[in-house]
């Protein structure tokens, strides 16, 4: 059963617009959540990680926010590049170490075109 | 930055023969990884380790066996390859400690065909 879902399945938008891309899971416990960027044909690289309830974390472009009550995660893109077509991966892990598992979703394919 | 390596980029196998998929880093970090992603599905893993001379199974094993002889090198062997486990395969090694500091570093993957 697939306990990391996430929407759309693909997206395209116009460079320059904004985009958000969406998390829900069902893993626990959820001790932390990560977004990676997986350009094509290339490793995933991680963009931000949030830990506690209601975190929110920005990195540059991105940003990101999770609700642990509903157990829900988005990824905001402000004023996207082509650079920024790729794949974006919720990964959900469920200790606090390197000991627990890593529940990955399938990700959303993002389409940025001039 | 870290630096994970994978050999070779694409692989193509006949059914029935053995595979071996090496990965390498050279950060001396202590846990390693193999993941298999297939269109539609999030990466599952197959094989950890926590050091050289470790390996422990992942969600699905079967079919595969790993090797970390040393801190730098973990290899996924496929002993009788089936098209099933035609892929992407990628390795990614962490250091274990404080999720907010604690990273993952992925290789570039291997695509593997079983013809």
Redesign the interface.
Known sequence: KTQVEQSPQSLVVRQGENCVLQCNYSVTPDNHLRWFKQDTGKGLVSLTVLVHENDKTSNGRYSATLDKDAKHSTLHITATLLDDTATYICVVGDRGSALGRLHFGAGTQLIVIP | EAA?TQSPRNKVAVTGGKVTLSCNQTNNH??MYW?RQDT??????IHYSYGAGSTEKG?IPDGYKASRPSQENFSLILELATPSQTSVY?C?S???????N????????TKLSVL
């Open positions: 994970v202590n846990n993941y539609g599905h999030g990466l599952r893993l969600d990628f990614a962490g250091v274990p400690g404080e999720i907010s604690e990273r993952l570093f992925f290789g570039h993957g």
